[in-house]
């Protein structure tokens, strides 16, 4: 019986499609036309002032030329700004490295007891602005009245002081223990994934632990942990805030800090031009550190085995090295606190002195006080709020359609879309803050909170759009249709049904970017003006004035704030993450 | 209530184009149970979404209770949610942060214009009465068994009265006893309420069992259509009669009659059948005889002699006891075939045994080479 056909018209193929003017249509393309403006503007505007010969900035050059380059690279000043910045970033990723390392090794493959106090200790860490600690280690270790300076020359009667903090090893030191906790987390990653059962697997067929060590675990580790070397090396090329508080005053120019003292000379014209040269090859360095990174990851995908949750391996008895490892873990915390202990000393201090116990009767708060009342710490602080508030949420917002778009969309539009919203992960931020402050400064937005808010969401939604796309790829596409079929529009499907679904991403990623946009300091600095101060710049105002007591009493004050946010987040993402993984298994 | 006129889909995967649905043509009838029946990949699942709305096809015609829902003439493309259909899918899509009666509650919020709190707590209400789940309503849907989550998927795909109600392979994901249990279950609901369904499965018993009417699906075309007694009995093609019914297909020629009633001789690999042949196939042309596995019996002890027409002596080379019957695996002359013996068939391969083969259910197509 062949299939009935009723006399409806047979079809011809269509000439023009009508484009259906849906909801998601629309949101669709209103979030993509912003993240295109968003990322495409300050990029634009970054190569083309970099190729006029004028040096003005501008979308439209008069000419093109590479003059700006040539006078960017002009020896002998360029060899040092390159050595600079290689030994910076290798001296920095090589502490980093060991330090994680060795810290990820204790706590996920020996029998070490204070396993717990590590993690608290480099979650907590995440609310520890960098310049912050940079701060602290200049009150240690200034070569005029640094604490441990002056402790060390009472103590051993020198003449002078045996340590410098404006000095390229104290920048790469200050630098290099500032990355260690997200160094350990990466490590911590890339050793957990590791199946054992290999490494078993050598020591039943013969080979001692130090052969298995080296012939299998030491190769299987190999491509994750160059995957994070290169990974943090990118991260220290974009530094600007540690080279920035300590580097200045050392002079020991790196990439990132040149890009700041050209484009904010104070006593003479911004080179523009120059600024926007060094930024494209700062960028051009950090886009093939990203292309080298997903290359290995890519590697080293293939090495990774799938292995079933709760298969543990067998912890190495640490014996005898207990104590020496014990000690050594407890003097990194030393070395972690101590910055921010002496800030908290100098912060409760009417003037700046060496902690001494005869200094303790002077104690009061009365900087704390201070800063409570002074007019430009109350418009920062208000300012900082709604920077924060409305960069995570706009953020976010921009994430939660961006991610669908490239999650649901099978054509080349997702890729497109995926690509150009992780594109700013790669562009040093200082880079973007300059390329920002070129396409904003003739415009009315130039100097005002906007405009932060603007270069803070450009660079979060990279972040956010990354958080909520995982969580979205792993949603079943039929809980949405379901919703569809049911009736519901678009937007209902997305607040009924997908972000409550992906609700616990959603908000770990609000709080993550809005810690972030409170603690970087890069972006105000560079679009500072008297009416856009926040927190971070106005820290480091008074820092500059000089106003040691009560910058450290700020400081102290945000790093309180940001650890009210970030630690019980960090608790509450462990917990999520482990009641994930075993009700998955109650479920069999 | 439900007619597909021409309707395409091609999917582009890596540079090359892969016709899903080619020049697909259906009429369901109002209130009929509908099955689509095929192998993975036969374009089966693609019409069902072009049917809610979930897939845009290339071209064709869609029209729902005699309004288009789709029509590439027309340009017309109604987004799902406007499209009033309720649809299970395969994976029950139960959303987990709501509990069983928000689940099912859901449709009924998005219809417009609103219905009253007090409509929706009572229709839900009905809604997992029907499905026997009343007592788990404030459950949050995670807790439920995978039967349960099923029933509640059927209830939410039920509850706000859609003009069609498309079904996904909803029992792919149950173990054997909870599917037929579903079966019945689907069934029954569809039936008292009168409504339109369209199934789609891959699994010949669901489609025989369930349907109104089937149709059967190869390589994104419909290549046959009817009733499931027809679809079993008198299957068109080569094709329709392995995959439903696991028939044998065994190559022969016509090599005497037919005579004036259709009757003839065919020569097979493995011997003479007589055999009926269809009109239209003259004599000394190539054709398929279809056997299925149940058209085959054990003769024992009577067995008349070798040159008998429709018996032959086959070897059993392997035998698998499924419980109502044994399948067998047999070789006679250079022939493979499968076949089905009673469950008390006392055999032990390899086994030589005499069979008869039962004309009647055999069936003879042209061969089309």
Same mark, same amino acid.
């Given at each position: 019986?062949?299939?009935?056909?009723?006399?409806?018209?047979?079809?011809?193929?269509?000439?023009?499609?009508?484009?259906?003017?849906?909801?998601?249509?629309?949101?669709?393309?209103?979030?993509?036309?912003?993240?295109?403006?968003?990322?495409?503007?300050?990029?634009?505007?970054?190569?083309?002032?970099?190729?006029?010969?004028?040096?003005?900035?501008?979308?439209?050059?008069?000419?093109?030329?590479?003059?700006?380059?040539?006078?960017?690279?002009?020896?002998?000043?360029?060899?040092?700004?390159?050595?600079?910045?290689?030994?910076?970033?290798?001296?920095?990723?090589?502490?980093?490295?060991?330090?994680?390392?060795?810290?990820?090794?204790?706590?996920?493959?020996?029998?070490?007891?204070?396993?717990?106090?590590?993690?608290?200790?480099?979650?907590?860490?995440?609310?520890?602005?960098?310049?912050?600690?940079?701060?602290?280690?200049?009150?240690?270790?200034?070569?005029?009245?640094?604490?441990?300076?002056?402790?060390?020359?009472?103590?051993?009667?020198?003449?002078?002081?045996?340590?410098?903090?404006?000095?390229?090893?104290?920048?790469?030191?200050?630098?290099?223990?500032?990355?260690?906790?997200?160094?350990?987390?990466?490590?911590?990653?890339?050793?957990?994934?590791?199946?054992?059962?290999?490494?078993?697997?050598?020591?039943?067929?013969?080979?001692?632990?130090?052969?298995?060590?080296?012939?299998?675990?030491?190769?299987?580790?190999?491509?994750?942990?160059?995957?994070?070397?290169?990974?943090?090396?990118?991260?220290?090329?974009?530094?600007?805030?540690?080279?920035?508080?300590?580097?200045?005053?050392?002079?020991?120019?790196?990439?990132?800090?040149?890009?700041?003292?050209?484009?904010?000379?104070?006593?003479?014209?911004?080179?523009?031009?120059?600024?926007?040269?060094?930024?494209?090859?700062?960028?051009?360095?950090?886009?093939?550190?990203?292309?080298?990174?997903?290359?290995?990851?890519?590697?080293?995908?293939?090495?990774?085995?799938?292995?079933?949750?709760?298969?543990?391996?067998?912890?190495?008895?640490?014996?005898?090295?207990?104590?020496?490892?014990?000690?050594?873990?407890?003097?990194?915390?030393?070395?972690?606190?101590?910055?921010?202990?002496?800030?908290?000393?100098?912060?409760?201090?009417?003037?700046?002195?060496?902690?001494?116990?005869?200094?303790?009767?002077?104690?009061?708060?009365?900087?704390?006080?201070?800063?409570?009342?002074?007019?430009?710490?109350?418009?920062?602080?208000?300012?900082?709020?709604?920077?924060?508030?409305?960069?995570?949420?706009?953020?976010?917002?921009?994430?939660?359609?961006?991610?669908?778009?490239?999650?649901?969309?099978?054509?080349?539009?997702?890729?497109?879309?995926?690509?150009?919203?992780?594109?700013?992960?790669?562009?040093?931020?200082?880079?973007?803050?300059?390329?920002?402050?070129?396409?904003?400064?003739?415009?009315?937005?130039?100097?005002?909170?906007?405009?932060?808010?603007?270069?803070?969401?450009?660079?979060?939604?990279?972040?956010?759009?990354?958080?909520?796309?995982?969580?979205?790829?792993?949603?079943?596409?039929?809980?949405?249709?379901?919703?569809?079929?049911?009736?519901?529009?678009?937007?209902?499907?997305?607040?009924?049904?997908?972000?409550?679904?992906?609700?616990?991403?959603?908000?770990?990623?609000?709080?993550?970017?809005?810690?972030?946009?409170?603690?970087?300091?890069?972006?105000?600095?560079?679009?500072?003006?008297?009416?856009?101060?926040?927190?971070?710049?106005?820290?480091?105002?008074?820092?500059?004035?000089?106003?040691?007591?009560?910058?450290?009493?700020?400081?102290?004050?945000?790093?309180?704030?940001?650890?009210?946010?970030?630690?019980?987040?960090?608790?509450?993402?462990?917990?999520?993450?482990?009641?994930?993984?075993?009700?998955?298994?109650?479920?069999? | 209530?439900?007619?597909?006129?021409?309707?395409?889909?091609?999917?582009?995967?890596?540079?090359?184009?892969?016709?899903?649905?080619?020049?697909?043509?259906?009429?369901?009838?109002?209130?009929?149970?509908?099955?689509?029946?095929?192998?993975?990949?036969?374009?089966?699942?693609?019409?069902?979404?072009?049917?809610?709305?979930?897939?845009?096809?290339?071209?064709?015609?869609?029209?729902?209770?005699?309004?288009?829902?789709?029509?590439?003439?027309?340009?017309?493309?109604?987004?799902?949610?406007?499209?009033?259909?309720?649809?299970?899918?395969?994976?029950?899509?139960?959303?987990?942060?709501?509990?069983?009666?928000?689940?099912?509650?859901?449709?009924?919020?998005?219809?417009?214009?609103?219905?009253?709190?007090?409509?929706?707590?009572?229709?839900?209400?009905?809604?997992?009465?029907?499905?026997?789940?009343?007592?788990?309503?404030?459950?949050?849907?995670?807790?439920?068994?995978?039967?349960?989550?099923?029933?509640?998927?059927?209830?939410?795909?039920?509850?706000?009265?859609?003009?069609?109600?498309?079904?996904?392979?909803?029992?792919?994901?149950?173990?054997?006893?909870?599917?037929?249990?579903?079966?019945?279950?689907?069934?029954?609901?569809?039936?008292?309420?009168?409504?339109?369904?369209?199934?789609?499965?891959?699994?010949?018993?669901?489609?025989?069992?369930?349907?109104?009417?089937?149709?059967?699906?190869?390589?994104?075309?419909?290549?046959?259509?009817?009733?499931?007694?027809?679809?079993?009995?008198?299957?068109?093609?080569?094709?329709?009669?392995?995959?439903?019914?696991?028939?044998?297909?065994?190559?022969? &020629? %016509?090599? =005497? $009659? +037919?005579?004036?009633?259709?009757?003839?001789?065919? !020569?097979?690999?493995?011997?003479?059948?007589?055999? *009926?042949?269809?009109?239209?196939?003259?004599?000394?042309?190539?054709?398929?005889?279809?056997?299925?596995?149940?058209?085959?019996?054990?003769?024992?002890?009577?067995?008349?002699?070798?040159?008998?027409?429709?018996?032959?002596?086959?070897?059993?080379?392997?035998?698998?006891?499924?419980?109502?019957?044994?399948?067998?695996?047999?070789?006679?002359?250079?022939?493979?075939? &499968? %076949?089905? =013996? $009673? +469950?008390?068939?006392?055999?032990?391969?390899?086994? !030589?045994?005499?069979?008869?083969?039962?004309?009647? *259910?055999?069936?003879?197509?042209?061969?089309?080479?």
């Amino acid at each position: 019986m062949p299939p009935t056909v009723s006399a409806l018209p047979a079809a011809v193929p269509t000439r023009s499609r009508r484009i259906h003017l849906s909801e998601e249509r629309v949101i669709g393309a209103i979030a993509l036309a912003v993240v295109v403006f968003l990322v495409g503007g300050p990029l634009l505007m970054l190569v083309s002032t970099s190729l006029n010969p004028s040096g003005e900035a501008t979308l439209m050059p008069a000419g093109v030329a590479a003059t700006n380059y040539l006078r960017a690279f002009s020896p002998p000043d360029t060899f040092t700004l390159i050595a600079n910045t290689a030994f910076y970033t290798a001296g920095s990723v090589v502490i980093a490295l060991v330090v994680g390392s060795s810290l990820a090794w204790l706590t996920e493959r020996t029998d070490f007891r204070l396993r717990m106090l590590v993690r608290l200790i480099v979650f907590a860490w995440l609310a520890v602005p960098p310049f912050v600690s940079a701060l602290g280690w200049i009150q240690l270790l200034n070569p005029g009245n640094g604490a441990i300076n002056v402790l060390l020359r009472t103590l051993f009667d020198l003449p002078a002081s045996p340590l410098n903090v404006y000095s390229l090893q104290a920048m790469i030191f200050v630098t290099g223990i500032s990355m260690s906790p997200t160094t350990f987390i990466m490590i911590s990653g890339v050793i957990g994934n590791m199946d054992h059962r290999l490494e078993s697997a050598a020591q039943v067929h013969g080979a001692g632990r130090m052969v298995a060590f080296r012939r299998v675990t030491l190769p299987l580790l190999t491509p994750g942990l160059l995957a994070v070397a290169i990974f943090q090396a990118m991260v220290v090329v974009q530094m600007f805030d540690i080279p920035f508080a300590i580097g200045l005053t050392a002079r020991v120019p790196v990439m990132s800090t040149r890009i700041y003292a050209l484009a904010t000379a104070a006593d003479a014209k911004p080179e523009y031009g120059l600024a926007a040269a060094f930024g494209v090859v700062l960028l051009a360095i950090a886009i093939l550190l990203i292309g080298l990174y997903l290359r290995i990851t890519r590697v080293s995908e293939r090495f990774r085995v799938v292995t079933g949750k709760g298969y543990r391996p067998v912890r190495q008895k640490l014996g005898r090295a207990r104590i020496p490892a014990t000690v050594l873990v407890l003097l990194y915390f030393l070395v972690m606190l101590l910055p921010l202990a002496i800030l908290l000393w100098n912060s409760l201090l009417p003037y700046y002195q060496t902690p001494s116990v005869s200094a303790l009767a002077k104690l009061t708060l009365q900087n704390y006080r201070h800063v409570g009342s002074e007019p430009l710490i109350t418009r920062a602080f208000w300012n900082t709020i709604v920077l924060v508030l409305s960069t995570a949420t706009i953020s976010m917002g921009l994430s939660i359609v961006v991610s669908w778009i490239s999650v649901r969309s099978k054509a080349a539009l997702g890729r497109a879309t995926t690509v150009l919203t992780f594109a700013p992960i790669a562009i040093p931020q200082i880079v973007f803050a300059f390329a920002i402050l070129l396409l904003y400064l003739r415009t009315p937005l130039y100097g005002s909170l906007a405009v932060i808010i603007v270069a803070h969401i450009t660079i979060f939604t990279a972040f956010g759009t990354r958080m909520v796309s995982s969580s979205m790829l792993q949603l079943h596409h039929e809980l949405e249709n379901a919703a569809k079929v049911s009736g519901a529009s678009w937007l209902v499907t997305m607040r009924r049904v997908v972000v409550p679904l992906i609700f616990p991403q959603v908000l770990n990623g609000w709080l993550w970017i809005a810690t972030h946009s409170a603690r970087d300091l890069t972006v105000p600095i560079l679009l500072m003006t008297s009416s856009n101060v926040v927190l971070a710049s106005a820290l480091w105002t008074i820092w500059e004035y000089p106003n040691i007591p009560e910058a450290s009493a700020l400081a102290v004050m945000m790093v309180v704030g940001l650890m009210v946010i970030v630690v019980p987040l960090q608790i509450w993402s462990v917990r999520y993450a482990d009641r994930s993984g075993s009700s998955g298994k109650d479920d069999r | 209530m439900l007619a597909i006129r021409h309707l395409s889909k091609t999917y582009h995967a890596d540079r090359s184009l892969v016709p899903a649905v080619n020049d697909v043509s259906l009429d369901v009838p109002r209130g009929s149970f509908f099955t689509l029946l095929g192998p993975s990949g036969c374009g089966k699942t693609t019409i069902l979404q072009c049917i809610a709305g979930l897939e845009t096809p290339d071209r064709g015609e869609i029209e729902i209770d005699g309004a288009p829902v789709y029509s590439s003439t027309l340009n017309i493309n109604e987004p799902p949610n406007r499209r009033r259909l309720g649809m299970v899918f395969q994976s029950y899509a139960v959303w987990p942060h709501m509990t069983v009666f928000e689940n099912v509650a859901f449709p009924l919020r998005q219809s417009r214009p609103r219905l009253s709190r007090q409509e929706i707590g009572t229709r839900t209400k009905a809604a997992l009465a029907s499905v026997r789940l009343d007592g788990v309503a404030d459950k949050l849907a995670p807790f439920l068994s995978g039967g349960q989550q099923q029933r509640v998927a059927l209830a939410r795909a039920l509850v706000h009265e859609p003009r069609l109600l498309l079904l996904d392979e909803p029992l792919s994901n149950l173990d054997a006893k909870l599917r037929e249990e579903m079966r019945t279950e689907i069934g029954r609901l569809v039936r008292e309420l009168g409504i339109t369904a369209v199934f789609v499965t891959h699994d010949q018993i669901e489609a025989l069992t369930m349907s109104d009417s089937i149709a059967l699906m190869d390589g994104g075309r419909v290549v046959q259509q009817g009733a499931p007694h027809d679809i079993y009995y008198r299957p068109q093609s080569a094709f329709a009669a392995r995959f439903v019914g696991n028939g044998n297909i065994i190559p022969g &020629r %016509v090599a =005497l $009659g +037919p005579d004036a009633e259709g009757n003839a001789e065919i !020569v097979t690999p493995f011997g003479r059948v007589g055999c *009926r042949l269809p009109t239209g196939v003259a004599h000394g042309s190539n054709i398929d005889v279809i056997v299925r596995p149940d058209a085959m019996r054990v003769c024992n002890g009577e067995a008349p002699t070798e040159e008998t027409l429709n018996f032959f002596r086959i070897q059993i080379s392997q035998a698998s006891f499924i419980g109502d019957f044994i399948e067998g695996i047999a070789h006679a002359g250079p022939a493979t075939l &499968r %076949v089905r =013996l $009673g +469950p008390h068939t006392a055999i032990q391969p390899p086994y !030589v045994a005499v069979v008869e083969v039962l004309t009647d *259910r055999c069936v003879v197509l042209p061969r089309r080479d």
